[in-house]
């Protein structure tokens, strides 16, 4: 787990991990412990760090699968052209206010696109909608969080359909679940001048 954050008051009703007794401590350190006690037998490395284009490569080396939560674009694009250049197959979720977003990313595959096919060279804006401002249920969070968790143990362990290309959209509102399948761009600034393997 990387994250270089610490918990605060308004986590808790969505960052499950977390108790108010926790409030202002590191959270990988915090989400170590509660893993611990869980279970003493998994292996849990708390990286307290900010992931960014010069640390990414350490930091996610040996990794079989990358997880990608984070909330903001310069990282989701940083993680996805290292996954791509180093062949880590990439679970990226995301949450609006009422809708989920989850996808399975191995853009080096000469067929399959990246997360930067998807978003192009996205920007984050200085006005953007943040959490903090728009507020996230805690409910809308714990399905992605589920969903994030399954794809990842499908893209690892290769059960039912192949879930690489196609992004799952859960509406909170209606609600209801679609698929849609992702392009892979040929100009793509991510994937577009990969060798194909
Ligand atoms: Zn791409």
Redesign the pocket.
């Known amino acids: 787990m990387i994250d270089d954050d610490a918990v605060s008051l308004d986590n808790l009703q969505r960052q499950i991990l977390f108790g108010t007794g926790d409030v202002g401590r590191a959270k990988a350190e915090v989400a170590a412990g509660a893993v611990a006690r869980l279970n003493p037998d998994v292996r849990f490395e708390a990286r307290q760090a900010r992931l960014d284009a010069a640390n990414v490569a350490g930091l996610v080396a040996g990794a079989d699968l990358i997880l990608d939560g984070s909330d903001n674009f310069a990282t989701r694009l940083i993680v ?1 052209d290292h996954a ?1 250049a180093a062949h880590i197959p990439l679970v990226a979720a995301a949450i609006g206010q009422f809708q989920a977003q989850i996808g399975t990313f191995r ?1 080096w595959r000469a067929d399959e ?6 978003v192009g060279d996205a920007f984050d804006a200085e006005d953007c909608d943040s959490c903090s401002e728009l507020g996230v249920l805690g409910a809308m969070a714990g399905i992605a969080g589920s969903l994030a968790a399954l794809e990842s143990i499908r893209a690892l362990t290769g059960f039912g359909a192949d879930p690489a290309g196609k992004l799952h959209i859960f509406d909170g509102l209606v609600p209801a679940m679609r698929t849609i399948r992702i392009v ?2 040929p100009a ?5 001048n990969q060798p194909p393997t």
């Open positions: 996805s791509t853009g696109p990246c997360y930067r096919c998807f892979k761009d793509c600034n991510g994937c577009g």
